[in-house]
Each structure stands twice: as C-alpha cells, then as structure tokens.
C-alpha cells in the first residue's frame, strides 16, 4: 500500500542515519498528562498508543486502502463516511502506522512525534479523495497551535481576564468566545519556542470537536472528531472542507474534566494557509436542494449565512422546498421566514405574529423572507448593482468618518432597512455601512455630508454606500392623492446602469479578437455551500487604515454563472473559496491576498450586457487594454494584472 508521509530516514553512502529530530508543534504548555494516564498508564484495557495496543478493536476490523480514490460526488454522506471510517477506524491506516512507525516508544509519544502522526494521518485521509497534489499536503504550524492553546484558555480560564485584556468569555454561551484572541508580544514569550519571536493574527478558521475521548490512543484519538463529523455534514460541509483543503494546521487538546476517567476530549483546531482547490462539484448545488422551487414564491434566501431571532427548529427536511411545504402545514409555524441547514437539513420555522427578522450570523444557515422586499424605504434606496470598489462609493473594505454601529442586519439593503424602521436619532439621511464579517449596521450623523476616499479609514469586510432618494417616493400625507398620473421619468432601464462605462467604444475595428468568449468556462464556483467555515476575526478590528503599499481587494464586477450574477459574498457562500477561480475574483472575502491582490480575476465576469474573461482582455494590443482599464474601475480591479492596477 502506498502511503503519503515524510519519510523519517535518508540515505547516505554510508547507510542509512537518522533525520534530525522531529520538531515540536504542540506547546510545551499544553498539559497532556491525563491523556498519558487515562489511555494506557492506567487503563488495563490499552496496552499502548499504537493500533495494535487499542483494547476494542479487532486487528480484523483495520480494513487496507488499496488506492481506490473515493468520488464524493458518487456517495452519500454516510457511504462516503462508511469506505473511509469503517467502523471505529479509518481505512488503511493500520498500514500507514507501521510504514512509517511514528512513535519511537508507543507507550510514551512525544509530542513531537504525535503532531507528526497528526499531519501523516491527515494526508492520507486526502489521498483517498484523490488530493495528493503538493497543493493539497497539509503540515503543522507552530503559531497555529499556540493560537489554538490561547484560545482554549481565554474560553475556559480565567488567566487572561485582566486589566489589559477586557472582558471575559465567563457565562459566554458562544463555544467559539476566544477564537480570535492573541497576547501581546511579550505575554507570548514565556509559551514560545526558540525560532519563534512573536505569533500575529492570520487569516483562517477555526473548528471545536467534542466526540473523542480522553482515555483513547493518540494513534485514534484523532479519528471520532474526523469521522464523526464527515458522517454528519458530508464532504462538503463547513467543518469537514479544512480537514480536506487547508494546508496549515495548528490544533489544542483539552480534557473536559481531568477528573472523569471516562471524559471527552475537546479538539480545537486553527487552519490556515492556501485551501488546495476543490476537485469535485457539490451535487446538491447542481439538484436544486437549496433552492424553494415553488411557483410564485422567492427561491433564494435573503439571508444567506444568517438566522432570525425566535427560531424554532422542526423536523429535518432534504431539501429547502420541503423545508417550505411543512412549514406551510405546520399551524404553530409563521409563514414569513424559514431557515435551512444546509450542514445537516434542519428545518426551521418562526413565531406565527413575527415580522421583522433580526439577523444572528450562523454558518450553514440560509434564511428566506417570503413577502416582497422593498426596493425603498422612506424614500432612500441603495443601489446594489453598482459595484463595490477600494476607490469611489460603493466602497469596499472602507468606512466614512463618525460611524455609528445601531444594529446587525443581514445585508446592505437590510441595514437600510433597520435604521429607517428603527429612527435613530443618530443616524442621517446619507451613508450606511454594512459589515459583511458579523452582520454589523452602522449609520453616520446628519453632518457627515461627505465620504470622499480621503476622509476614509479601512476596515476589513465593510460595505459603505451613499444613499439615493427614490423619484417615485410620496411622503405620507393627510390629504387625498392626487388624481393626475405622475411624469415622473423612469428610475433605471432594466440593463445596466447608464453611468457604467462600456467595455468597449463603438468605433473599435471588427478585427480585433472579441474580449467576450461564447461559452461559459467548466470551472465556475458553485452557488450554495454545505457549509463554508467563518473566518475568525481579531477581537477589535483596527480603525486604522492599512499601511500596506497595495491595496487587496475583489474584483469590481461580479461573476457571471449560468445566467445569473454572482456577488463576491455570494460566491464565498457557495464555496468558491475553495478553487482557484473563486479566489483570484475574490481575494479580500476569500483571504486571499497574498496569492491574488495583483493577479487577474479567473472568472467570467459581466460587463454591461456582454460577458468576458481577464484572459481575453490581455490578448488585445497595449493601447487598447490601457482604454478599456482607464475606462472602468470595476474592470481594472478585476483583470488587476492586466490592467497594472497595483502600479497606479
């Protein structure tokens, strides 16, 4: 059987020598001793942490690999769950364990050695979906795991609670309270290793995992929280994706109760670095599963990414029209809002008298709003078809001066939708900020008349726009409505805004190769996802703007999928993080900055009424790209290495 490790031993012309030790990834603060004791030490059922010492299971029941690569798209979850967790193990890796014999005493494992096996195991279970690509090798990394220990200890300690570090996660019901916390440089120095300095915030996600238990093996103590969890939300569910596509991992072991032989054993996990693009397609995307196909009734949710307040949880449902059919049959149920959980098909209805959803962000969720959406409230709308930019409103990543966070909302035009119905004193009648990271609606007072880029400041995920009246608004009145038809000249066409630059002038010569191609490239990301994990954030976003010397940020035009146009939020929701075309279009939403801030946009876009391709454009000779790029903004944050957009 082939196995996918870092071999531990080199050849030389005098034989074979050991490597240098393993390097240690788990924090010499980290306390395992009860994992020692309660496993083997004093446990008579264990005679050790290797496959062979586990005391329940069976050398039969260790089924070999024989590198047959399992198609997610060809099973269901359970069967997928069922060829690589059979049972209380994992397909081949009894083999795996003695090919690469990870612990040199299987009674006493390092920590080294454990959070070797650790990254070892973790390849494997990839190469049994066919991810064996270095794009997909995943490796531990010191910083991750010291941030996962922080973690755990501001969540369920009291060490950190001091005049420095406000608040607490005492009485917090959040089990992520503490995801994003790191300690100064100098509180770090006592936990960190030699050829570390510091450990900074980095952009990832963050897992909890409650399903392994403190008294097995470390060979499979890992197993329970993988296979548990892949069984329940399939391969593409939020929690599951890191354990397939992240690259770096850093991971904390916490028993719940030292005291208890029988305790669980808590896994925090942190993933970072580059997600190795998706290989396959999430087949409930392609069915319809999320989608209420009905006639004469919304199809998509409002609230991607969100639940209301009041939610009351039914039976599970295997698709959101079902969802919607009971919910209509059920007489406790209102028949305004609904949510679905696309991680596990829950099915949710709300309170019979509720009108207003007061939004509360929870991955796998989508929530409908079935009644209408007003396009205006109060005679102010936002335009969402203009396109978010670094450099004129709509802004992306940027907030106008005097922000006042009033509420949470679940969109732009939800935010809007607040502060009006709410009448804040505080808020004026010109811009709105809406935080696409935690759903936060900010409003600015009567006086700030003006948001130019200068005035700004940058914060990660806002979306700031300048509020438009409606022409075909009538204040509220108390004398009758006039009789006579309005003149009122129409709002918008029903194509694109007549302020958006066109791609291309009228007189271009017809010899000149079409920027815009006539099919639809296969490699579009999906719409809807089982899941996709939050980003943690820092505790406090900076106010302060970036000092970076380029600006990272989405691409300025939104992707062009089967029809239909897709926002960055959108497509992040759909999983597009997860391949090269989702992340190059969006590199701010899907932290991807470092790989994409300057690169070209892979996705089809729209322009207008015509669809193109960065790759097209770049074909055209210099002095017509400079035309197009001068032309549109939107355009040359898009195709941002065609259009040199980090030199201007």
């Not at 570090?165 to 503490?178: F, I, Q, S, V």
């Not at 952009?203 to 329970?224: D, H, M, Q, V, Y």
């Not at 919607?324 to 098909?345: H, L």
């Not at 207003?356 to 335009?383: H, N, Q, Y």
């Amino acid at each position: 059987m082939k196995s996918y490790a870092v071999l531990l031993f080199v050849s030389t012309c005098q034989g074979y020598t050991p490597e240098p030790p393993l390097e240690q990834y788990t924090p010499d603060k980290s306390d395992w001793t009860t994992f020692y004791e309660k496993a083997v030490l004093d446990n008579d059922l264990n005679v050790d942490h290797s496959p062979d010492g586990v005391g329940w299971i069976n050398r039969d029941d260790w089924q070999e690999w024989d590198g047959t690569v399992y198609n997610p798209t060809e099973y269901s979850k359970q069967e997928l769950a069922g060829l690589i967790c059979p049972g209380n193990t994992v397909r081949g890796m009894y083999e795996l364990f003695h090919d690469n014999n990870p612990f040199a005493d299987n009674v006493n494992p390092t920590k080294a050695e454990v959070d070797n096996w650790h990254a070892i195991a973790v390849n494997h279970i990839r190469a049994m979906v066919g991810y064996t690509g270095i794009e997909y090798t995943i490796k531990p990394d010191k910083c991750l795991h010291l941030r996962a220990l922080w973690s755990t200890e501001r969540k369920n300690t009291r060490i950190w609670d001091t005049d420095e570090y406000p608040g607490t996660c005492l009485g917090d019901t959040n089990p992520h309270c503490g995801a994003g916390f790191i300690p100064s440089v100098e509180d770090q120095q006592e936990y960190l290793p030699d050829d570390i300095d510091s450990c900074g915030n980095r952009a990832g996600s963050e897992g909890l995992f409650s399903s392994a238990k403190s008294n097995i093996p470390w060979s499979i103590k890992w197993i329970r929280p993988f296979c548990y969890t892949l069984g329940a939300e399939g391969f593409w569910g939020g929690h599951t994706g890191p354990w397939f596509h992240r690259t770096e991992f850093g991971w904390d072991w916490r028993d719940i109760d030292p005291s208890n032989f029988n305790s669980n054993a808590g896994l925090r996990t942190k993933w970072s670095g580059p997600s190795g693009p998706s290989l396959y397609e999430n087949p409930d995307i392609t069915d319809g599963r999320f989608t209420v196909i009905v006639e004469d009734v919304t199809p998509d949710p409002r609230f991607p990414g969100y639940e209301c307040e009041g939610i009351q949880w039914k039976d599970s449902a295997d698709n959101a029209t079902e969802c919607y059919y009971n919910m209509m049959e059920d007489e406790d149920c209102g028949k305004r809002f609904m949510t679905y959980n696309s991680a596990n098909s829950g099915c949710a209805c709300y309170p019979l008298d509720m009108a207003t959803c007061e939004t509360k962000m929870v991955s796998a969720r989508l929530t409908w709003d079935f009644e209408p959406v007003a396009s205006s409230f109060d005679g102010l709308f936002i335009d969402l078809s203009r396109p978010l930019t670094q450099n004129f409103l709509p802004y992306t990543g940027r907030v106008c001066p005097q922000i006042n966070w009033v509420t949470g909302a679940g969109d732009a035009s939800h935010c809007l939708q607040k502060i009006i119905e709410g009448n804040f004193d505080e808020c004026g009648r010109n811009f709105v900020t809406f935080n696409a990271n935690d759903g936060g609606c900010a409003c600015y007072p009567p006086d700030q008349l003006t948001c130019s880029r200068s005035e700004t400041s940058g914060q990660s995920g806002r979306q700031t726009y300048e509020l438009e009246e409606d022409p075909f608004y009538v204040p509220p009145t108390t004398s009758p409505p006039a009789l006579t038809a309005s003149d009122a000249p129409s709002v918008y066409p029903s194509d694109a805004p007549t302020d958006e630059p066109s791609v291309y002038p009228s007189d271009a010569p017809t010899d000149e190769p079409s920027v815009y191609p006539s099919d639809v490239p296969t490699d579009q990301p999906s719409v809807y996802p089982s899941d996709v994990p939050s980003e943690i954030p820092s505790d406090a976003p900076s106010d302060a703007p970036s000092d970076a010397s380029i600006t990272c940020e989405d691409s300025g035009l939104s992707i062009s999928y089967e029809g239909n146009l897709l926002s960055c939020v959108q497509a992040a929701l759909g999983g597009a993080c997860l391949n090269s075309v989702g992340l190059s279009h969006c590199p701010f939403t899907c932290d991807a900055c470092q790989q994409y801030a300057c690169e070209d946009s892979r996705a089809p876009w729209k322009i207008g009424s015509k669809e193109g391709r960065c790759d097209q454009l770049a074909n055209l000779d210099s002095g017509k790209i400079a035309e197009y790029c001068d032309a549109s903004s939107a355009l040359s944050v898009t195709c941002r290495g065609t259009c040199e957009h980090c030199n201007n």
